[in-house]
């Protein structure tokens, strides 16, 4: 099940850089897909004071690109690159997209904000506007906001807080996809799903590729906010994640609330922090539709993992993972479901 990716980076000019991320091989896509690409502006090719000044404090995004909602979509696994992640997943309610977008950024001191609208889904076309269009058959920009602060009190402290909104009143067509966004696969390979289609036919391993997560099914709309903390005294580290979501699918008119929490403790240790052991708690309750009616479900992992840099490109980590599905109805796949295990996993990063 080997994963890998392919980054492109060129300096066009100063302050000015094209990002291209591919993925080579990845559990959803056998073949070569682009995960998207952007070009990033930190300083504008201008004369003039007004434009030095601008430079020191604004930075600028655009393209086809993953969107900076949230600070969990830093730590996740991407396909192969998961060097930077202590765990084999990300969280159980993946917020994670690539969408056609802009982004301005303003920084100053450790404190920063953002503003971002894209597309609001994966892919981008062009298509003849719907006559007179509705709340179910319009298409709707999302517009997101980010900001927050992130201080390195001292040498052996550093600390950031931040706080992020999504918002979209509905897109049409392929729907909103910031919960069903990922193109490579979950870590967890082909637990807890069903291998064959209602009339018998076996499914393609390409489309189980979200093991484990769970998707509130907000394709028609969506509101989203996620508050993240982290933290790092010395080799400790902490980042937790809460998050509330409201929308519904675009066949449906009354809003669904989610829930979502996690924290992770990391303790780094060795020579330069090349080990560490963590655990991880994530759990997600929801508002979902079952035949006709809704009804409150809740999906909690619990994880517990150990990593081992054997040089700062090759890394060795394992963990063991528990999680369980509660109160969804037994005409339900999930009704009562529980897996459990361990995954050894070996990563380079160059």
């Excluded at 073949?31 to 404090?57: A, C, H, N, R």
């Excluded at 001191?109 to 889904?121: E, Q």
């Excluded at 006559?131 to 992130?150: M, W």
Aim: aromatic share 14%; hydrophobic share 40%.
């Amino acid at each position: 099940l080997a994963q890998a990716n392919l980054y492109i980076d060129a300096q066009l000019a100063e302050g000015i850089r094209l990002h291209l991320a591919n993925y080579m091989a990845s559990k959803h896509h056998n073949e070569f897909w682009v995960k998207g690409g952007y070009l990033q502006i930190d300083k504008f090719p201008f004369k003039g004071k007004f434009w030095d000044d601008l430079s020191e404090l604004v930075t600028v995004k655009a393209g086809h690109m993953e969107i900076n909602y949230g600070d969990a979509h830093f730590r996740r696994p991407d396909g192969g690159h998961t060097l930077y992640s202590p765990f084999m997943e990300g969280n159980v309610m993946d917020a994670f997209a690539t969408e056609i977008a802009g982004e301005v950024y303003v920084q100053k001191n450790g404190i920063f904000g953002m503003v971002g609208v894209s597309n609001g889904m994966i892919r981008g076309h062009v298509q003849e506007i719907t006559t007179s269009p509705n709340d179910i058959t319009a298409r709707n920009p999302s517009i997101y906001l980010k900001g927050g602060v992130d201080k390195q009190v001292n040498e052996a402290i550093r600390l950031r807080l931040s706080g992020s909104w999504y918002h979209n009143t509905g897109t049409a067509g392929t729907g909103l996809t910031l919960y069903a966004g990922d193109r490579t696969g979950s870590n967890y390979t082909n637990v807890m799903e069903q291998w064959y289609t209602a009339d018998g036919a076996a499914k393609a391993l390409t489309a189980m590729y979200a093991s484990g997560r769970f998707n509130p099914l907000y394709s028609g709309k969506l509101d989203a906010v996620m508050v993240n903390g982290f933290a790092k005294i010395q080799g400790f580290e902490f980042f937790g994640t809460a998050e509330f979501a409201n929308g519904h699918t675009s066949a449906q008119t009354e809003l669904r609330k989610t829930t979502q929490y996690a924290a992770e403790g990391i303790y780094r240790f060795g020579n330069n922090e090349n080990l560490f052991a963590g655990i991880r708690y994530n759990i997600v309750n929801s508002e979902q539709v079952f035949g006709g009616n809704i009804e409150q479900i809740k999906v909690d992992r619990f994880a517990v993992g150990a990593g081992w840099f054997i040089t700062k490109n090759i890394l060795m980590k394992g963990e063991y993972v528990t999680q369980s599905y509660t109160d969804f109805p037994d005409t339900d796949y999930r009704h009562n479901g529980k897996f459990d295990g361990i995954s050894l996993q070996a990563v380079i990063a160059f």
